[in-house]
């Protein structure tokens, strides 16, 4: 680490942003992995790409459109540093041992196929396959970006989601991203792992929820949800897992990386979707809950 990079020891010191309502009202927990907008001046020092290019990976403003979470009484939890630097939607194994300059002193898994593309838990290149490294990194980086940035933001994840499931008897955990506009047609795609980190009733509340803000919604295509949703969805132990991507047209400047002028409704209609989503009965999603479908009567 350069001496004078500021802006890492900011991070290490606050690696994510965790806003609490004074009451937790609902069981529902939102996280937003890949929001962070703070880069360490090492990494732009280290990167071939421009600031600018270097922000293409990153979930702009995503945080944002899910404020309204405190209002309804549920927890937020939001990285500050960027997916460019760590990716927490990654196994902490995900990493290209091809990208240091020397071994590894930690288990790691080079042939996954996110790995391969270049996008394990410290990646190699940016959305749109630009390289980001002008060299190896000096091995020692792997463990310091674990210890100081993965670590940390998992364990407060973790703590969220036992606290959450002791109080309600369940947990539900919102990941919350966005996704490039030319990748995907329709607005909302809910990401359950093909049925298996989300009981349907939940899922389907979901859609209902953002249908009635006028969302299209699809599920699991063309993302199912990664690294989150496999480790928190457990339905039949009362924890649910469900990753949401958001179509960036709706809200951003892809190219800028700023706010258009629809960000503030866009914002007011996730907000509400947010809150129609939480106002489910848990008695669904309790283990050996209610089974009986609440809306069979229409």
Known sequence: MAASDIVLEDLRARPFRLVLPDIQRVPFIFASP??????????????????????????????ELFDAANAFGAPMIAARFPRAYL?????????????????????????????????????????DGAEIYRHKLPSREAEERLASFYRPYHAALATLAKETLARFGTAVVIDCHSMPSA?????????????????????????????????ACVRNVPYAGG??????????????????????????????????????????RIGTAAAALA???????RPGGRRETPWAAE
């Open 34 to 63: 890949h929001s962070g907008s703070l880069y360490p001046q090492s990494l732009v020092a280290m990167s071939r790409l421009s600031p600018r290019t270097l922000r293409r990976s990153e979930d702009a403003f995503v945080d």
């Open 87 to 127: 990716d927490v939607n990654r196994s902490p194994a995900e990493i290209d041992i091809e990208m240091f300059d020397g071994a590894l002193a930690m288990a790691t898994d080079p042939a996954s196929p996110r790995v391969t593309a270049g996008l394990g838990v410290i990646p190699r290149v940016v959305r």
């Open 183 to 215: 990748a995907a047609v329709p607005d909302i795609v809910l990401g359950d792992r093909y049925g298996m980190s989300a009981a349907p009733l939940l899922v389907r509340h979901a859609e209902r929820a953002f249908e009635a803000q006028g969302f």
């Open 227 to 268: 690294y989150t949703t496999l480790l928190h969805g457990r339905p039949a132990r009362g924890l649910h897992a469900l990753q949401i991507e958001i179509n960036r047209s709706l809200y951003l400047n892809e190219e800028r990386i700023e706010r258009t002028a629809r960000f503030g409704q866009i914002q007011e």
């Open 279 to 285: 106002s489910i009965d848990i008695g669904f999603l």
